[in-house]
């Protein structure tokens, strides 16, 4: 059943991976591909725009758990955009917003990307 | 019977496989709409039946997919009980200590979050080992009077 889509597109020297559907242990190893697609091409700084994504489980978060810290090693890390309240009430759970940042809109999460990169 | 009194009962049985996730959280939708959750709670019981069965295909069953993995589902109108059986390997969820989030982004630990969320999302969560080397748990939300 493909309830999940993930799609990889740039924006400047920011990746974007759009997350679309249901994204449970079935469907994680499909964005833990992109995200290993990204440290091949050695592209650390990444915004994931969650406008169509409608359900993630703890093997969703796990992946960006798994990914995080090599971004940020590398003067690069994982912003969150466009999450739904219900989607954003799990992470929150976790406590998430102590290690990310969220964000309302993906351009707001690219623009802190391109003032960090002028600090 | 009085209507207060009648319980409804629904039974899934699927393969150990995470493809089937999907169909387990239609089935537990479903149920709980049936019970007359709102949306914000049916949310949350179908997360928890999700990361209870896939604890179950990765930890009892480490991803065979030809274990079997019972879904009971019992409610009344004070009460919605999910009974989740599995004959693998059994396990102590009380090993399982609470995560701390810092602690996991330090050491780049990636699991044990669903037992966790488990609690968080559900009133009642009890483990048990059932005769024939079954393993049982059974999450419980209780209806708003």
């Known amino acids: ?119 | 019977m009085s209507y207060a009194n009648k319980k409804i009962e629904k039974e899934l049985v699927v393969k150990s496989t995470t493809d089937n996730l999907a169909l387990i959280r239609s089935f537990t939708k479903k149920a709980a709409e049936e019970s007359g959750f709102a949306d914000e709670t049916i949310g949350k019981i179908i997360l928890a039946v999700d990361e209870a069965c896939t604890n179950i295909i990765k930890h009892a069953y480490n991803f065979s997919p030809d274990g079997k993995i019972t879904i009971s589902i019992k409610f009344d109108r004070s009460k919605f009980a999910i009974s989740i059986t599995d004959e693998g390997t059994h396990f102590n969820p009380n090993s399982v200590p609470e995560p701390n989030i810092i602690e996991y982004y330090k050491q780049k630990k990636v699991g044990g979050l669903g037992i966790y969320l488990i609690k968080k999302l559900m009133d009642e969560v009890k483990y048990s080992t059932l005769t024939g080397n079954k393993n049982q748990v059974i999450l419980v939300k209780y209806l708003p009077r």
């Open chain 1, 1 to 119: 059943m493909a309830d999940f889509n993930v799609n990889l597109r740039d924006v400047g020297n920011v990746s974007i991976i759009d997350v679309k559907g249901y994204l449970d242990a079935h469907t994680a190893p499909e964005l833990e591909h992109v995200f290993n697609k990204l440290l091949d091409d050695k592209q650390f700084k990444v915004v994931v725009n969650f406008n169509d994504l409608k359900y993630i489980s703890s093997a969703g978060l796990g992946v960006f758990m798994a990914y995080v810290e090599t971004m940020r090693e590398n003067k690069g890390d994982i912003k969150f955009s466009n999450m739904k309240e219900s989607v954003y009430n799990i992470f929150d759970l976790l406590g998430f917003p102590i290690l990310y940042e969220f964000y309302k809109e993906e351009l707001e999460a690219i623009q802190k990307f391109n003032l960090q990169g002028q600090a």
